[in-house]
């Protein structure tokens, strides 16, 4: 049986943590933007052997449970006790990992509605599963509640699926113009000093979109949070001002990547994409992707 699932790529444009002791409580509000482009998960499943094994793969090269943990743990979860058989997953990113596109939840969740799929279940108990694999190992915190609602979405209340609430703000013409320049490791900035910072600031941020909640306010919002909390500046912030020279919309840091992101109109993109490649700077563009993440049988 092979089952494929489909997780769109998230990016976070403000946001402020919130840590409880149960992971399932643990979130994060804010608010960010959900793509076409994202991660694709395969999950064969065979049964038949004398012996129960799950084994993960990146990009098409397997990878040791040190460097995929969430995974994992989200499949040996999942996978019954009394199976025998095996389980492989195959994860394949259309973004780099640790650029701030949700690949970790995308991993996680994708693997989570796979096997769920395969095994049994509802997709609020394998997404939580996901979710809290997704907190214990510093993976994220409100990628996965984000992924499954789509569009442009807003996190009002923190938590895992079933507990947070996450709305969405309506938008018409936009496409999403990423930049994607190096990583950032999620766990190490939200360990840091900024982290005071961040926790202000995103629920300022918030609360100003609620008022006047469209994706310009948003954006407005988020390059606002990344420069007031310092995580925006040097040579990036320079290349968001150069951007904003061409785009009528400001653009805003991936949360947490070394890159940028804008919500851009069709008519724009041409003078977006001249400039960046004019300085020699990767980008890509995705359209935003409203719907929740899709799972079934695949067939090839």
């Given at each position: 049986m092979l089952i494929r699932a489909f997780i769109p790529a998230h990016i976070t444009a403000f946001f402020?943590?919130?840590?409880?002791?149960?992971?399932?409580m643990s979130?994060?509000?804010?608010?960010?933007?959900?793509?076409?482009?994202?991660?694709?998960?395969?999950?064969?499943?065979?049964?038949?052997?004398?012996?129960?094994?799950?084994h993960v793969a990146f990009n098409g090269e397997p990878v040791k449970r040190e460097d995929a943990v969430i995974s994992y743990s989200v499949a040996e979860e999942i996978?019954?006790?009394?199976?025998?058989?095996?389980?492989?997953?195959?994860?394949?990113?259309?973004?780099?990992?640790?650029?701030?596109?949700g690949n970790s939840a995308g991993g996680a969740l994708g693997t989570a509605l796979s096997l769920g799929h395969a095994f049994g279940g509802t997709w609020l108990k394998v997404a939580r599963i996901a979710h809290r694999y997704e907190v214990i190992h510093g993976g994220g915190l409100g990628d996965v509640v984000a992924q499954l609602v789509?569009?442009?979405?807003?996190?009002?209340?923190?938590?895992?699926?079933?507990?947070?609430?996450?709305d969405n703000l309506f938008f018409e013409g936009y496409r999403v113009l990423v930049v994607p320049l190096?990583?950032?490791h999620t766990k190490e900035v939200l360990d840091g000093d900024v982290v005071k910072s961040i926790e202000v600031e995103g629920r300022k941020a918030l609360e100003s979109l609620l008022r006047e909640p469209s994706p310009e306010?948003?954006?407005?919002?988020?390059?606002s949070f990344a420069e007031k909390t310092g995580l925006l500046g040097g040579e990036l912030l320079e290349l968001a001002r150069?951007?904003?020279?061409?785009?009528?919309?400001?653009?805003?840091?991936?949360?947490?990547?070394?890159?940028?992101?804008?919500?851009?109109?069709e008519e724009e993109l041409g003078r977006a994409k001249n400039l960046l490649?004019?300085?020699?700077?990767?980008?890509?563009?995705?359209?935003?992707?409203?719907?929740?993440?899709?799972?079934?049988?695949w067939v090839g």
């Open positions: 402020a943590p919130v840590r409880r002791e149960d992971p399932l979130g994060s509000i804010g608010a960010g933007v959900n793509l076409s482009k994202g991660t694709n998960v395969f999950a064969s499943v065979e049964a038949g052997a004398l012996e129960r094994h799950v996978v019954p006790e009394d199976f025998t058989g095996e389980v492989e997953i195959w994860q394949y990113f259309d973004f780099p990992n640790g650029h701030g596109f789509g569009g442009i979405e807003v996190r009002i209340k923190a938590g895992g699926p079933g507990i947070g609430v996450v190096g990583p950032l306010r948003m954006m407005a919002l988020a390059r150069e951007l904003d020279g061409v785009i009528s919309n400001p653009s805003a840091m991936i949360m947490l990547g070394r890159g940028l992101f804008a919500l851009v109109r490649a004019d300085l020699e700077v990767p980008y890509d563009v995705a359209d935003v992707h409203m719907e929740r993440p899709s799972v079934g049988r």
